[in-house]
Nanobody, 123 residues
Framework: QVQLVESGGGLVQAGGSLRLSCAAS????????LGWFRQAPGKEREFVAT????????RYADSVRGRCTISRDNAKNTVYLEVSRLKPEDTAVYYC????????????????WGQGTQVTVSS
């Protein structure tokens, strides 16, 4: 079992930046592909970014490409998501997830999920 705990969310003005963290316990994250998803009120949970377990390859959703960086620190058992030039439409609960498949852009391929961290972007 892997337990994931996100942090770093909050209220930020449009144009600002945030760095989200997701710390794991129970098992090492180095054997998993990792992803970030987000869910806005009344909407489906959508893919944001994913990073491979081995070579650090990444994939991003079109909506965040160029504004977003996913990274991992296996020594700290943590995955990060940095988002810049935030927009009000980035407002959502952000979830990290761990799974075996890369690149996986749908949530069905992830086995473990955190509880989420709220990001609110004011205009």
């Amino acid at each position: 079992q892997v337990q994931l705990v996100e942090s770093g969310g909050g209220l930020v003005q449009a144009g600002g930046s945030l760095r989200l963290s997701c710390a794991a316990s129970g098992r090492t994250l180095s054997t998993y592909a990792l992803g970030w998803f987000r869910q806005a009120p009344g909407k489906e949970r959508e893919f944001v970014a994913t990073i491979n377990r081995s070579d650090g390859s990444t994939r991003y959703a079109d909506s965040v490409r160029g504004r977003c960086t996913i990274s991992r620190d296996n020594a700290k058992n943590t995955v990060y998501l940095e988002v810049s030039r935030l927009k009000p439409e980035d407002t959502a609960v952000y979830y990290c997830a761990a799974g075996a498949i890369f690149p996986a852009i749908t949530k069905v391929w992830y086995d473990y999920w955190g509880q989420g961290t709220q990001v609110t972007v004011s205009s």
